[in-house]
């Protein structure tokens, strides 16, 4: 938690920063998947007492970093990515385009951008 004066000064940095970001690019699905999960591991009680701190009592607290915890883990949202695109997510199959043979691999959107 920040104060009201690194508040201000953070959202008024705010636009240079997601310009800047935005002229990087795009991150990739599975750096984006290992870095939540890597987070989800680095949530503990230290961030329950955060919560209460705000005034959120005690077992909702632990119920929303539980749930932080499990819908950040790398197995959870490989899961929804395949639930989301289909089993076909990630997976490579032949194909033929314009008589010449190809390899389609189904990813998330981002992909074809990179």
Do not use: W
């Not at 987070?39 to 503990?44: A, C, K, N």
């Not at 314009?98 to 990179?114: D, H, I, M, N, R």
Request: overall charge negative; aromatic content about 4%; glycine content about 6%.
């Amino acid at each position: 938690m920040i104060g009201a004066d690194k508040r201000e000064q953070a959202l008024k940095a705010l636009p240079a920063s997601i310009t800047e970001t935005l002229m990087k690019p795009p991150l990739l699905a599975h750096e984006v998947i290992a870095a939540c999960d890597s987070l989800s591991t680095m949530l503990d009680e230290s961030y329950v007492a955060l919560l209460v701190e705000t005034g959120i009592e005690q077992h909702k607290a632990n119920e929303y970093i539980n749930e932080a915890k499990a819908q950040l883990s790398a197995d959870y949202l490989q899961h929804k990515l395949a639930t989301e695109l289909g089993g076909t997510y990630g997976s490579l199959r032949e194909v033929s385009v314009k008589g010449k043979p190809a390899t389609e691999e189904v990813l998330p959107l981002e992909s074809c951008f990179t």
